[in-house]
């Protein structure tokens, strides 16, 4: 059973500084370019980042490239995301999923069918 846990979100003030981290399970993580998604309520789920599934190339939002890294430990199916001078407007809850270079989700096919595998997400408030 496929089991995706992100960790490392908080409470912190504008300016600082948060690691968020998510392993998968039961998923051939290494095939697969790997992202972060937020969402916050009453809006859109929007694309924060995408990794290749080397780690060779990556893709980020207009509104954190400069501020924002992610990267892979394909040993460990673990997936982390490097957020620097966070702002207000980067308060969400934060969920990995596959995803396109174009940092829109991509399914996975699993057990006769296309599917999103999405964890509880992990909650980040930037307060300013």
């Known amino acids: 059973q496929v089991k995706v846990v992100e960790s490392g979100g908080g409470l912190v003030q504008a300016g600082e500084s948060l690691r968020l981290s998510c392993t998968i399970s039961?998923?051939?993580?290494?095939?697969?370019?790997m992202g972060w998604f937020r969402h916050v309520p009453g809006k859109e789920y929007e694309g924060v980042s995408c990794?290749?599934?080397?780690?060779?190339?990556?893709y980020f939002a207009d509104s954190v490239k400069g501020r924002f890294a992610i990267s892979r430990d394909n040993a460990k199916n673990t997936l982390y995301l490097q957020m620097n001078s966070l702002k207000a407007e980067d308060t969400g809850m934060y969920y990995c999923?596959?995803?396109?270079?174009?940092?829109?989700?991509?399914?996975?096919?699993?057990?006769?069918?296309?599917?999103?595998?999405w964890g509880q997400g992990t909650q980040v408030t930037v307060s300013s």
């Open positions: 039961e998923l051939p993580f290494g095939e697969y370019h």
């Open positions: 990794i290749a599934e080397s780690g060779d190339n990556t």
């Open positions: 999923a596959r995803c396109w270079p174009d940092l829109q989700p991509r399914p996975v096919y699993s057990g006769g069918e296309w599917k999103n595998y």
